[in-house]
């Protein structure tokens, strides 16, 4: 009994520890988003068609560097096609209209409608992963909606626009990381996944 408790409290510290590095992890990629949203502004009235091709090329050259230093082939495991596929198709979607409410609206507001994507990842999971939210979730959820529409402010009139741009734009994020925790569940590297969205992204808006 000594023995299995044991194991039991190493196996708990080792999931404490997981799960603090990844919140280490979320707090950098929400800095790093907040930059990257910072400098989008400041490239000023370039197409966003451009600023996404750009943006997910960098992204593209580092998902192969990682690649070839893995020495890893890209195989997309079973069962894992259609969760990329909406993956390509929501995250691409999600920073083009993200980097459109930058464009037109105040940095802070439109990177926080975009923020909004956690909570999409609350309703989409449901859905997506048979994950139940519990109570604290839902509250959480219904206050950050209920917050939103003060920056949306919605009407019939041209000036929300962009704000719509920006929830749809923390839709297609949710989607997105949704998707991703379910290729993660069933095997997928993470390389690969970052590596097929780049290269989706990149050609989906060379019409643009």
């Known amino acids: 009994e000594k023995a299995q408790g044991s194991s039991y409290r190493k196996e708990g510290n080792g999931m404490d520890k997981r799960k603090f590095k990844g919140i280490q992890y979320i707090i950098c990629a929400a800095f790093f988003f907040a ?73 802070a507001d439109a990177s926080m409608l975009n923020k909004l994507s956690p909570f999409f990842c609350i309703i989409l999971s449901i859905f997506v992963l048979k994950e139940r939210p519990n109570r604290k979730e839902v509250i959480a959820v219904i206050l950050a909606f209920t ?15 962009p704000a719509v741009f920006g929830v749809l734009g923390g839709l297609g994020a949710g989607l997105a990381y949704t998707c991703v925790r379910k ?11 970052v590596f097929c969205f780049a290269v989706f992204s990149c050609v989906s808006v060379i019409p643009g």
Request: aromatic fraction near 12%; proline fraction near 4%; hydrophobic fraction near 50%.
């Open 35 to 107: 930059s990257m949203n910072l400098f989008v502004k400041s490239a000023g009235d370039l197409p966003v068609w451009q600023k996404c091709f750009f943006r997910n090329l960098v992204a593209g050259f580092i998902a192969v560097g990682m690649l070839l230093k893995k020495k890893e082939s890209i195989t997309i495991p079973k069962g894992n096609f259609w969760p990329l596929l909406l993956r390509c198709v929501g995250g691409t979607l999600g920073i083009l209209c993200n980097f459109y409410a930058i464009g037109k609206m105040n940095i």
């Open 183 to 193: 290729m993660s569940k069933n095997g997928m590297k993470g390389d690969i996944i």
């Open 147 to 161: 917050g939103a529409l003060f920056v949306v402010k919605p009407s019939f009139q041209m000036e929300c626009i």
